[in-house]
């Protein structure tokens, strides 16, 4: 058995009811949520809606999945898989929301190698710094490594303390 | 007759003192008969024949020794085969350069507590000891009584040392164990720190992680990755939330200031450290982890700073000088 992370944009009706087509077949293999992105922004001509839903399964059941959603009717535009084999948590210290958190975490996944697959925000007041812990996956060592220093390189922009594990060897 | 003198009366020197008064049995059976000849501390000093253990009294009473003989004198015409350098640190050195520069040229030990000087100029001052036939001695600048410096040098001789992580101060080491323990802002345990001593009235140079560069430095060159302070990158503590160990903890994570040196890395910083892992102790401590390539992880802890523990880093420098090599 090996967990594997998988980005799935779907094209879907702009009417209720339709994520749950997606959602239903992925959970009842045992898959688990990492992120779901509307991006309404891109409306196809025809109307449809791309959503961007990241998962993470075991590998074995990716076909029968993919079977599943194609008899549904459903339209994958695209999919991805990523092996997830190195793993690290950071922890972010600032104005973490009015930086625009979901910017500051997509920044690490540029070529889909690596993916932010959990995340913890503590907000005790709406003016001051907030704080998360945010756990990385990546394909590998290297992909987590350069993940790591485009976040780097994005808190540094944004302001956001950033602090890293000690045990890089443990990871 | 080895012949001492002291330069800097201040808590470190005179802790040194102390304990030559109070070890002197011991230590005259490990290396023979020894004799403070000259003490200077900032403003007066004291050379020639006097006792020990009065000096201490009369700086502890009135706050200076019986003449007004500078320290650069001292140093410059005393009498003394090892020149004990406690002055208090400067950053850029400040006199304590010149003091150790000029016992080197005389061909004395220098034994120092100072980060100053040891920071500022590592290799001149080193090469200096070297062309002299004598040696510069360095434990009390880093750590306080945990070894740190003879431990590199000396007990892991022929080991590739590829990094040393460490906790090198005791002020942030405390504040984030206590922020870990009660949840409570930075602000607020700050000012219990420095209500139990353990913190500055101006806590900048502890907080701001400039404390733990300036030993990073020194533990850089020790271990053969040349490094000035400027090359450091150093971020503090003061940004760190108390929900920040709240979430670390969810992970299993704790923070610690944490100084690390590779031939990559040169930096202080507020790291997530696992809760079982050697370096999330606790308290007002000093720690450090060796990665060597043969001898495995070493891990060393203790306490940081205070008056005996640090003398105690300047005692064994001097046993190392006189019966180290036997």
Redesign the interface.
């Known amino acids: 058995m090996s967990e594997v992370l998988i980005t799935l944009i779907v094209e879907l009706e702009d009417r209720p009811g339709q994520l749950l087509k997606v959602l239903q077949p992925i959970s009842a293999l045992g898959g688990n949520i990492v992120g779901i992105i509307h991006q309404r922004g891109k409306k196809t001509p025809l109307n449809r809606l791309p959503v961007e839903i990241s998962f993470k399964i075991d590998s074995s059941k990716v076909e029968n999945l993919i079977k599943e959603l194609k008899s549904l009717g459903i339209i994958i535009r695209s999919f991805n898989e990523v092996k997830l084999t190195a793993t690290t948590?950071?922890?972010l210290?600032?104005h973490l929301i009015h930086t625009d958190i979901s910017d500051t975490i997509s920044s690490i996944d540029t070529d889909g190698e690596a993916e932010c697959v959990e995340m913890?925000?503590?907000m005790?007041e709406i003016s001051g710094?907030?704080?998360?812990?945010i756990?990385i996956s990546a394909s590998g060592k290297e992909k987590l490594k350069e993940a790591l220093e485009k976040l780097r390189e994005v808190c540094r922009r944004k302001e956001i303390?950033i602090?890293?594990?000690?045990?890089e060897e443990?990871i | 007759m080895i012949k001492i003198a002291i330069i800097g009366f201040g808590t470190v020197g005179q802790g040194f003192a102390e304990l030559l008064v109070r070890k002197r049995d011991e230590i005259e059976k490990a290396i023979g008969e020894f004799k403070v000849t000259a003490i200077a501390d900032s403003k007066s000093s004291i050379s020639g024949e006097f006792s020990l253990s009065d000096t201490i009294k009369m700086k502890r009473e009135t706050g200076r020794l019986r003449d007004d003989v500078s320290a650069m004198e001292i140093v410059r015409n005393a009498e003394y085969d090892v020149l004990v350098e406690a002055s208090v640190t400067k950053i850029g050195g400040g006199d304590a350069v010149e003091y150790i520069t000029e016992a080197l040229r005389r061909g004395k030990h220098v034994i120092t507590s100072n980060k100053g000087p040891i920071v500022a100029d590592f290799d001149g001052l080193m090469k200096l000891a070297e062309k002299n036939g004598v040696k510069l001695m360095y434990e009390a600048t880093v750590g306080g009584a945990m070894p740190v410096v003879k431990l590199a040098k000396k007990y892991l001789a022929f080991c590739e040392i590829e990094s040393v992580k460490g906790i090198f101060n005791g002020t942030c080491n405390y504040i984030l164990s206590r922020m870990e323990e009660e949840r409570l802002p930075y602000e607020q345990i700050l000012k219990e720190a420095q209500e139990l001593g353990y913190a500055e009235a101006d806590p900048t140079y502890d907080v701001e992680g400039i404390d733990a560069a300036l030993k990073l430095v020194i533990i850089a060159n020790t271990i053969g990755v040349s490094a000035r302070y400027e090359d450091v990158e150093v971020t503090g503590i003061t940004q760190i939330t108390p929900e920040a160990f709240q979430v670390a903890a969810e992970k299993g994570y704790t923070i610690r200031l944490i100084a690390e040196v590779s031939r990559e890395k040169l930096k202080v910083s507020p790291r997530l450290v696992p809760l079982h892992h050697p370096l999330s102790i606790r308290g007002a401590m000093n720690a450090a982890m060796f990665k060597t390539d043969t001898a495995g992880n070493i891990f060393v802890a203790g306490r940081g700073a205070g008056k005996e523990e640090t003398a105690s880093a300047m005692l064994s420098d001097f046993y190392e000088i006189y019966a180290g090599s036997h």
Do not use: C, K
């Not at chain 1, 602090?163 to 045990?167: F, K």
């Open positions: 948590s950071v922890l210290i600032g913890h925000v503590s005790p710094p907030s704080t998360a812990i756990t303390t602090i890293e594990p000690v045990n443990l």
